[in-house]
């Protein structure tokens, strides 16, 4: 539990790194008009992932008050990734609208989101992470963050508009979560 726990805080880390190097005339993030998450952190589209035909689409969140696109990193909440393999719309880079079943690396023929999952020291596919005034936050047995492992991820929309909502299950304490956000989601294309 504590390797899970270290892998977290450093993917934290990491991702602390990456947002801190934006560029500051860049809007801090979109945020949402409902729901929990609050912000979008960043999204991308990596193209065909793992199988043929699916492309791959990681989208993170933010809630509370926590501002990933600050300099510095300010408020506290969550992180909310969600790793997603899907047929992309034909003229603009964003998923197919649907339900996403949340499963371990198995092809589903409609698209899925891949269960959170720790593969040669990257975390993978959908988990949290919790931050507190900035900073990684450890739970009272030590986590920084926890895996998805289960549920469904609800994608409908637009990137002008769009409507995500997450029901899912986390690994290390069970607990089940409901995540929402409608608003602007737009996607950077990384595939080349």
Request: proline share 3%; aromatic share 10%.
């Amino acid at each position: 539990m504590k390797k899970v726990s270290f892998y977290l805080m450093a993917l934290f880390c990491i991702m602390l790194g990456f947002t801190a190097c934006s560029n500051t005339n860049e809007p801090e993030g979109e945020k949402q008009e409902e729901g929990n998450m609050k912000r979008v952190a960043a999204a991308f589209y990596y193209g065909e992932g793992l199988f043929e035909g699916m492309n791959y689409f990681s989208l993170r969140f933010t809630t509370e008050t926590l501002d990933l696109n600050a300099d510095p990193v300010v408020g506290s909440g969550e992180v909310v990734v969600l790793d997603i393999f899907s047929e992309c719309l034909e003229d603009v880079i964003f998923p197919k609208a649907g339900t996403y079943q949340v499963v371990n690396m198995e092809r589903v023929e409609n698209g899925y989101a891949m269960a959170g999952a720790n593969y040669q020291g990257s975390n993978l596919g959908c988990y949290i992470m919790y931050a507190e005034d900035g900073k990684p936050k450890a739970d009272a047995n030590g986590n920084t963050g926890d895996f998805i492992t289960s549920g469904t991820i609800k994608i409908e929309g637009t990137p002008e508009n769009a409507t995500v909502i997450a029901d899912v299950k986390l690994e290390i304490t069970g607990e089940t979560k409901n995540y929402k956000y409608v608003g602007p989601l737009t996607i950077k294309d990384l595939s080349e």
